[in-house]
């Protein structure tokens, strides 16, 4: 080997120290203690550019890493960003201070990601592992909860039973649950496929069905107009005279298009129902888990 070759060789290894002492560097207690400085004044780019800087050993289970996946977590949550925070706050172990609350916002996370049986398998794993009574309410109102997302009225009726109101706000959270309960339970479910019937049959009479008067309206007297100009022309000059192709094409057009606009409505109608009642079922597991943190 070239004395050449050993100079390159030596600035290589000098160049990559930096990056393979980054690599195994392992967060220090006092990194962790300014990022929960960085946490309570909000600063949660600063934070994250903090702990980017060093890669820890995740195997490690440690006091250390636990702060700081509670810390990048519950980041993450703040930001909106809840597949980043529950993979973090999946990971602080039942031994760290922030197991429980932890445990609950990762629940949330899912249940907003609409990933409902993780959450519910989350509950489970913590009500059989976890002595802590303090949470046994909350664990209740969030079990009802994902069992309402589930549409499980049977399920939420079981651990309704259960419910202490010990403090007011679980008072409120099975109030909104409660309403909910009831609501889905008494809701007639809309069929887009009788809708499209309707107004096969009778022009707009499907958008009726799906509670759109004003464009059932719309829907029956444009197609009826076009019809009747169409029926007029072809007793007057035929059926092939342009006039009545003209107005019988557009009177078709408007014929498939409010059949298909009839069953596009109840799926709109169906989708903004269901989402109205998820977000009174979220609002409510979310509220006690917020009063007892935070």
Wanted: with cysteine.
């Amino acid at each position: 080997m070239t004395r050449k070759h050993l100079c390159v060789i030596l600035i290589l290894w000098c160049f990559s120290m930096p990056c393979f002492t980054q690599i195994t560097t392992s967060i220090k207690s006092s990194d962790v203690e300014f990022g929960f400085y960085l946490f309570e004044k909000r600063n949660y780019d600063e934070l994250f550019l903090l702990f980017n800087q060093t890669q820890p050993k995740i195997e490690q289970n440690t006091p250390t890493l636990d702060s700081l996946h509670y810390l990048l977590g519950m980041s993450h949550y703040y930001m909106k960003e809840l597949e980043k925070s529950v993979f973090h706050l999946q990971k602080v172990s039942n031994s760290s201070v922030f197991y429980d609350k932890s445990t609950f916002f990762s629940v949330f996370d899912y249940a907003h990601l609409g990933e409902y049986d993780k959450a519910q398998t989350i509950l489970e794993k913590y009500s059989a592992s976890s002595p802590n009574s303090k949470y046994n309410e909350a664990l209740t109102v969030n079990l009802a909860g994902i069992a309402l997302l589930k549409r499980d009225l049977k399920s939420f009726d079981y651990f309704a039973k259960n419910f202490k109101f010990e403090q007011y706000y679980y008072t409120e959270s099975y109030n909104q649950l409660m309403n909910v309960r009831n609501t889905l339970d008494n809701h007639k479910k809309k069929s887009p496929f009788v809708a499209g019937v309707f107004s096969a049959v009778i022009p707009g009479a499907g958008k009726w069905y799906a509670g759109q008067i004003g464009e059932a309206l719309t829907a029956f007297f444009t197609v009826g107009i076009f019809s009747a100009i169409t029926a007029e022309n072809w007793v007057k000059n035929g059926f092939n005279d342009w006039k009545t192709i003209t107005f019988g094409t557009i009177g078709s057009i408007f014929y498939i298009g409010n059949i298909y606009g009839s069953v596009a409505s109840v799926k709109v109608y169906r989708n903004q129902f269901n989402d109205n009642q998820n977000h009174t079922i979220l609002l409510g597991i979310h509220l006690p888990v917020r009063a007892l943190f935070e």
